[in-house]
Every structure is written in C-alpha cells, then in structure tokens.
C-alpha cells in the first residue's frame, strides 16, 4: 500500500518562503498525477497545484508567479515551492497522488498524505 508523507511545514513571516516534500513509499507503481491542495480552518479543501506524470504543471490563479510545483521521479517525491506567502495562505497542506494499482496502471488509487501544518504571520 502507498502512503504519502509530507514535510517542510512551518511558522514563516509575510513574505517569506517554504519549500513542503511529500515522499511516496511502499509498493509504488506509477503515480499518474500527483497534486498539493490546502485547507484553511472553516474552509473547503482547494487545489493549490498539480503536476502529471509527463510534467504538465497546473495553479490556481492565486499562486501562479509564486508557488512552483515540481517532482523527482526517480525518488517519488513531489514539492511544492512556495514564495512570498501572504497571511491568507495559513492553511493544512495536502499531498495527494492518483497511483497506478497495478503494473499496465489498468486501475489508479488515489492517496492523500496526513498533511502539514503552514502559519503565515502578519
């Protein structure tokens, strides 16, 4: 079974920048699109960016010019690069991958990691 596991998570002024990981481990095939979403407190979970297999990138409006999503296939891990954050953008982030249960991916599963915790102060 995959598990997602996140990490880069933190207290950081306006501004400022994190970089979050997210590493897949466990029996993984192929992961066809892998993506970071957040939930800020009494809102609904949001797509933040994803990525595909093939590398095709996609933001929300909100983070285009500032957050860069990017993977290393070789070593399961997905990043999400996050510069001049804003106050707003407290929030659980979110890995989530859509992974190939099988070897010819005849079917995909989709994984969601435990989340991390990102606080931006004013």
């Known amino acids: 079974q995959v598990q997602l596991v996140e990490s880069g998570g933190g207290l950081v002024q306006a501004g400022g920048s994190l970089r979050l990981s997210c590493t897949a481990s466990g029996t993984v095939f192929r992961i066809e699109n892998k993506a970071w979403y957040r939930q800020a407190p009494e809102k609904q979970r949001e797509l933040v960016a994803s990525i595909t297999y093939g590398g095709s990138s996609n933001y929300a409006d909100s983070v285009k010019g500032r957050f860069t999503i990017s993977t290393d296939n070789a070593k399961n891990t997905l990043y999400l690069q996050m510069n001049s954050l804003k106050p707003e953008e407290t929030a659980v982030y979110y890995c989530?991958?859509?992974?190939?249960?099988?070897?010819?991916?005849?079917?995909?599963?989709?994984?969601w990691g435990q989340g991390t915790q990102v606080t931006v102060s004013e």
């Open positions: 989530n991958a859509r992974v190939c249960g099988n070897r010819v991916c005849s079917y995909t599963n989709d994984i």
